[in-house]
């Protein structure tokens, strides 16, 4: 990634040994992020996983485009449930494992795309 490009909003600079670090906050469990804001995400049971308190949380306007989502330290799909909200919302959704995620979350930002983005912890 290059480190010229300047990123309007939050971006993850680093990781923990569980979680993530956005400039020089430490988010050592889930990680939700918009253009706007980077909050801490208490994540639920993996097979718990709902969107709306997602979107809650982030308060974004207009609609993102999609939300990317990191399933932890491996690539896993999530729930059915989880992909039928998203579905419903008209939320497309890219998923990849939380640290290809957070790596694909900034180079998204340096182009300036609208996304959202839940990071579940590196467990």
Same mark, same amino acid.
């Given at each position: 990634?290059?480190?010229?490009?300047?990123?309007?909003?939050?971006?993850?600079?680093?990781?923990?040994?569980?979680?993530?670090?956005?400039?020089?906050?430490?988010?050592?469990?889930? *990680? $939700?992020?918009?253009?706007?804001? =980077?909050?801490?995400?208490?994540?639920?049971? !993996?097979?718990?996983? /709902?969107? @709306?308190?997602?979107?809650?949380?982030?308060?974004?306007?207009?609609?993102?485009?999609? *939300? $990317?989502?990191?399933?932890?330290? =491996?690539?896993?799909?999530?729930?059915?449930? !989880?992909?039928?909200? /998203?579905? @419903?919302?008209?939320?497309?959704?890219?998923?990849?494992?939380?640290?290809?995620?957070?790596?694909?979350?900034?180079?998204?930002? =340096?182009?300036?795309?609208?996304?959202?983005?839940?990071?579940?912890?590196?467990?």
């Amino acid at each position: 990634m290059r480190k010229d490009v300047e990123f309007h909003g939050p971006v993850v600079t680093g990781f923990t040994a569980n979680g993530f670090k956005v400039g020089d906050e430490r988010f050592d469990d889930g *990680l $939700l992020l918009s253009p706007e804001q =980077a909050l801490p995400w208490t994540t639920p049971v !993996f097979s718990a996983l /709902a969107l @709306a308190p997602i979107l809650e949380a982030l308060k974004l306007s207009p609609k993102p485009e999609f *939300l $990317l989502f990191g399933s932890g330290s =491996a690539m896993l799909q999530p729930p059915a449930s !989880f992909r039928r909200e /998203a579905d @419903a919302a008209g939320l497309g959704m890219e998923v990849m494992d939380s640290r290809a995620a957070a790596r694909t979350w900034g180079l998204l930002r =340096a182009e300036e795309r609208w996304i959202i983005a839940a990071l579940m912890p590196l467990r």
